[in-house]
């Protein structure tokens, strides 16, 4: 009888595993046929998060399968019930009280949630560092209520948030919060990404539909010159192959590099911004029409730095 309840109670308790591991690089993995304690026996628990988005962050979990420790391994192997719900998934407010349509998204998508996550981390570490803290604590309110709405927009016409554009709102203000705490030296160096060569499908009528005819590195160069500038190189790749490309001179402004080239016409003034992971691109005025193809575009462009 309490061997068919242990059997259901394992059952009950298998669909949904998580496991943490420490390792030495000297260890090897041998778990002896002790008994395993049984999932009462542990007291409540605080989780850290590992896997399902923020769920074991904030969650408290009753049921612990077993705990295994082994001099330098250093095993937790616990339970977690899968009737939860994605809502339970974002860190930086609580999923469980009522949402504004642009938070739901973010409680329901694992990748947004982890974004939001990050900026929160970010946000905390920029603050810690920068000097006028209530300046960037004013700007990020102000994001809140202004920037991520944005995406929000379209529910008020009975639409639905646009997640993939609340995404790179996120990485942007993740990019402009890290640059607020970067040096020039942090930020100089290749940023590249690798973009797919297109045309117009000749079979798809109306030139609706493009394929892909190869691929091609699209990078962004900053290289700091005798004399202190920023000598700026960028070419990047859009839909049926449209390019946007720029060489010119840019100047270090606390906090990014600003691009300024002139025509007959008008002045670009382009300002790159990085974290020291990713540069951000924004068109400040004028840029895009003057280095770009009918389907290319500066401003809010992320190019990721290059792996070496």
């Known amino acids: 009888m309490e061997q068919r309840a242990v059997s259901s109670r394992h059952k009950r308790h298998s669909s949904v595993l998580l496991t943490f591991s420490m390792l030495s690089p000297l260890s090897t993995l041998s778990i002896a046929a002790e008994p395993v304690p049984t999932c009462k026996e542990f007291k409540k628990i605080l989780v850290t998060r590992v896997g399902l988005a923020r769920y074991a962050r904030e969650a408290i979990v009753d049921d612990w399968r077993a705990i295994l420790c082994r001099s330098s391994l250093l095993v937790f192997v616990f339970c977690v019930p899968i009737t939860f719900s994605a809502s339970t998934a974002a860190a930086s407010f609580d999923c469980k009280k009522p949402l504004t349509p642009v938070e739901r998204a973010i409680c329901e998508d694992e990748e947004l949630s982890k974004l939001d996550d990050q900026l929160d981390r970010v946000y905390k570490s920029a603050l810690s560092k920068v000097r006028n803290r209530e300046e960037l604590r004013e700007s990020q309110r102000e994001w809140l209520k202004s920037e991520r709405k944005k995406s929000a927009v379209a529910v008020a016409y009975g639409g639905e948030v646009n997640v993939y554009g609340l995404k790179h709102l996120y990485r942007m203000r993740i990019i402009e919060l890290g640059a607020s705490v970067i040096t ?25 539909a493009f394929i892909q005819i190869g691929v091609h590195e699209d990078y962004v160069n900053l290289v700091q010159d005798a004399d202190g500038k920023v000598e700026v190189s960028l070419w990047l790749t859009y839909a049926n192959s449209h390019l946007c490309r720029l060489e010119g001179v840019g100047a270090w402004k606390a906090n990014h590099v600003l691009v300024e080239q002139t025509d007959k016409w008008s002045t670009c003034n382009l300002k790159i911004i990085s974290d020291g992971n990713s540069a951000l691109l924004k068109d400040l005025d004028n840029c895009t029409r003057m280095f770009c193809g009918a389907r290319g575009a500066l401003n809010n462009t992320i190019v990721p730095r290059k792996k070496h």
């Open 184 to 208: 020039l030296s942090e930020v100089l160096g290749s940023y590249t990404k690798l973009t797919p060569l297109t045309q117009v499908d000749p079979d798809k009528p109306g030139g609706s």
